[in-house]
């Protein structure tokens, strides 16, 4: 990952994501207890800022420095409290761990891609979820947005064998979809959506 290509694409634009929660991050937890979360890869922190606002004690981790300037200010003029870590997902930083983890529109290639997702794993507590969002590979050809390179877009099926593999219990795994506002009209994205949970402490 570049860093640098990052932070210049944060400069360029008052926001490189949308305001809101990404929407399917609002919808898997609504119905969780709220705790710990970890927002990996958190970019300006639209969800890290939402979780907080929904009494979640949030640590946003980002490796862009401009995106977490921009999250600190987002979140000051929200009114809500986030914890903010500079850290590159694929150095497995250390952290502690959380009830939440939410892994949204990480998009790297393999193997790095399931280092990532298996260090993710072992950042939950016990019976704490994972959430894994991203452009899924038949958005290439038949969707709206995301990468133009296939070997970035992973299938849920293969994100669903990584955790797995990594001791979670897999509660769903599958493509969702989402419309998205262009100025030809809306398109319709699809999504990749894996949620997975960690086993309770014997």
Same mark, same amino acid.
């Given at each position: 990952?570049?860093?640098?290509?990052?932070?210049?694409?944060?400069?360029?634009?008052?926001?490189?994501?949308?305001?809101?929660?990404?929407?399917? #991050?609002?919808?898997?937890?609504?119905?969780?207890?709220?705790?710990?979360?970890?927002?990996?890869?958190?970019?300006?922190?639209?969800?890290?800022?939402?979780?907080?606002?929904?009494?979640?004690?949030?640590?946003?981790? &980002?490796?862009?420095?401009?995106?977490?300037?921009?999250?600190?200010?987002?979140?000051?003029?929200?009114?809500?409290? #986030?914890?903010?870590?500079?850290?590159?997902?694929?150095?497995?930083?250390?952290?502690?761990?959380?009830?939440?983890?939410?892994?949204?529109?990480?998009?790297?290639?393999?193997?790095?891609?399931?280092?990532?997702?298996?260090?993710?794993?072992?950042?939950?507590?016990?019976?704490?979820?994972?959430?894994? #969002?991203?452009?899924?590979?038949?958005?290439?050809?038949?969707?709206?947005?995301?990468?133009?390179?296939?070997?970035?877009?992973?299938?849920? &099926?293969?994100?669903?064998?990584?955790?797995?593999?990594?001791?979670?219990?897999?509660?769903?795994?599958?493509?969702?979809?989402?419309?998205?506002?262009?100025?030809?009209?809306?398109?319709?994205?699809?999504?990749?959506?894996?949620?997975?949970?960690?086993?309770?402490?014997?």
């Amino acid at each position: 990952m570049d860093a640098q290509r990052w932070d210049e694409r944060y400069r360029e634009t008052d926001l490189v994501w949308s305001a809101g929660p990404n929407e399917f #991050v609002e919808r898997e937890v609504a119905e969780l207890v709220p705790g710990r979360a970890l927002d990996l890869a958190a970019g300006e922190g639209r969800n890290a800022i939402h979780l907080a606002a929904h009494g979640w004690e949030v640590e946003a981790v &980002e490796f862009s420095p401009v995106a977490i300037d921009k999250g600190r200010a987002l979140a000051a003029h929200g009114g809500v409290e #986030v914890t903010w870590t500079l850290a590159d997902l694929t150095q497995q930083p250390r952290l502690a761990p959380a009830d939440l983890v939410l892994l949204v529109y990480l998009h790297l290639p393999p193997p790095t891609a399931d280092e990532v997702l298996r260090h993710a794993a072992t950042l939950l507590t016990p019976g704490g979820t994972l959430l894994v #969002v991203a452009h899924a590979r038949r958005n290439l050809e038949e969707g709206y947005g995301g990468p133009p390179d296939p070997d970035l877009l992973p299938e849920p &099926e293969q994100v669903a064998r990584v955790l797995a593999d990594a001791g979670l219990e897999v509660e769903r795994a599958g493509e969702v979809l989402r419309t998205v506002q262009t100025e030809q009209g809306p398109r319709e994205a699809i999504d990749l959506l894996v949620r997975a949970r960690a086993g309770a402490a014997g």
